[in-house]
């Protein structure tokens, strides 16, 4: 009797286990994850994306970690196509590091999107990516976006496979490995070098873009030390001008008068010259309206 008792009990316990020991023990079915360096924005894009695998009963919650100086931007999963919000725990504190618990309910990809500083000296960027394996995973990919401009790209470890985008504006090194098991990490460290810190979104290039520093030397502009040369230069031309109509009007009054006088004279004398008349006695010179002559007497005679 004990005997027929023991088997169906050890079915039942084995059968009520099962689904128990399947939402504890989460396996991702990929883990995808996306560096994109200087994209939007002068830091690194991280967008960590996974699915779960269908040998799980769900829903279930998956906790992943990123750095405590990461900016989280996005939790969502994918939908027709299009990204759309999920409900998740706020991200705690742990050190070096954050956690954030994401309430899974189906097989669509999930992800979560987070920006993190580059750390930087003079023109060489870098950047530490670390999986630390917290679940089984069927395939790592990792994806590495620069701009196209990098140079002295140094991947550690060394990308499978490095080469120019179809559009020409970005470095795309891949990275492929399979078989993650629980508690199997993976590091990654990316160096570069570039000049320019211009972002590689093709969106930004529209956007009005901070101009060069006005210097001394940027065309069209006047020195503000040459402002006084040119305010006295405009003030002495001022004054010549001036003194030039100034001298003009003293000469052109005295000529004017001075032929008035010269012609005036000149007609008074035709005038006299025409009437003048002379002693016929002594030969003095009368004026006009005289009868007798100043000089000796004699009666003038009428012409």
């Given at each position: 009797?004990?005997?027929?008792?023991?088997?169906?009990?050890?079915?039942?316990?084995?059968?009520?286990?099962?689904?128990?020991?399947?939402?504890?023990?989460?396996?991702?079915?990929?883990?995808?994850?996306?560096?994109?360096?200087?994209?939007?924005?002068?830091?690194?894009?991280?967008?960590?994306?996974?699915?779960?695998?269908?040998?799980?009963?769900l829903p279930?919650?998956?906790?992943?970690?990123?750095?405590?100086?990461?900016?989280?931007?996005?939790?969502?999963?994918?939908?027709?196509?299009?990204?759309?919000?999920?409900?998740?725990?706020?991200?705690?504190?742990?050190?070096?590091?954050?956690?954030?618990?994401?309430?899974?309910?189906?097989?669509?990809?999930?992800?979560?999107?987070?920006?993190?500083?580059?750390?930087?000296?003079?023109?060489?960027?870098?950047?530490?990516?670390?999986?630390?394996?917290?679940?089984?995973?069927?395939?790592?990919?990792?994806?590495?976006?620069?701009?196209?401009?990098?140079?002295?790209?140094?991947?550690?470890?060394?990308?499978?496979?490095?080469?120019?985008?179809?559009?020409?504006?970005?470095?795309?090194?891949?990275?492929?490995?399979?078989?993650?098991?629980?508690?199997?990490?993976?590091?990654?460290?990316?160096?570069?070098?570039?000049?320019?810190?211009?972002?590689?979104?093709?969106?930004?290039?529209?956007?009005?873009?901070?101009?060069?520093?006005?210097?001394?030397?940027?065309?069209?502009?006047?020195?503000?030390?040459?402002?006084?040369?040119?305010?006295?230069?405009?003030?002495?031309?001022?004054?010549?001008?001036?003194l030039f109509?100034?001298?003009?009007?003293?000469?052109?009054?005295?000529?004017?008068s001075t032929?008035?006088?010269?012609?005036?004279?000149?007609?008074?004398?035709?005038?006299?010259?025409?009437?003048?008349?002379?002693?016929?006695?002594?030969?003095?010179?009368?004026?006009?309206?005289?009868?007798?002559?100043?000089?000796?007497?004699?009666?003038?005679?009428?012409?």
């Open positions: 009797m004990r005997k027929h008792l023991f088997i169906p009990i050890l079915i039942l316990c084995v059968s009520l286990s099962t689904p128990v020991r399947a939402q504890g023990g989460v396996r991702l079915e990929s883990i995808s994850v996306a560096l994109w360096a200087e994209f939007d924005q002068p830091s690194m894009l991280v967008i960590n994306e996974f699915i779960v695998s269908q040998n799980i009963t279930v919650k998956v906790t992943l970690r990123f750095p405590s100086d990461g900016n989280l931007i996005a939790v969502a999963y994918e939908a027709n196509g299009q990204l759309v919000n999920t409900p998740f725990e706020s991200p705690v504190a742990q050190g070096e590091w954050q956690t954030i618990t994401v309430n899974v309910d189906s097989y669509a990809p999930y992800r979560i999107e987070y920006y993190q500083p580059l750390e930087r000296e003079g023109n060489t960027r870098s950047f530490y990516f670390h999986w630390f394996g917290d679940y089984p995973a069927e395939r790592f990919d990792l994806h590495v976006q620069l701009p196209a401009d990098s140079v002295n790209v140094t991947p550690s470890p060394a990308f499978d496979s490095l080469e120019l985008a179809p559009d020409g504006q970005h470095l795309v090194g891949t990275t492929t490995k399979s078989g993650l098991k629980m508690g199997q990490s993976y590091q990654f460290k990316i160096e570069y070098e570039r000049e320019s810190e211009s972002l590689s979104d093709p969106s930004t290039a529209n956007q009005v873009q901070p101009s060069e520093p006005i210097d001394e030397n940027t065309t069209g502009r006047v020195s503000v030390d040459q402002i006084p040369w040119i305010i006295g230069l405009v003030g002495l031309a001022m004054i010549a001008f001036a109509f100034y001298w003009r009007s003293l000469r052109g009054t005295p000529a004017t032929s008035g006088r010269r012609r005036h004279r000149s007609t008074e004398g035709t005038a006299d010259s025409s009437q003048a008349s002379y002693c016929h006695e002594c030969g003095t010179r009368s004026l006009p309206g005289d009868r007798f002559c100043r000089t000796c007497g004699s009666r003038l005679r009428a012409e």
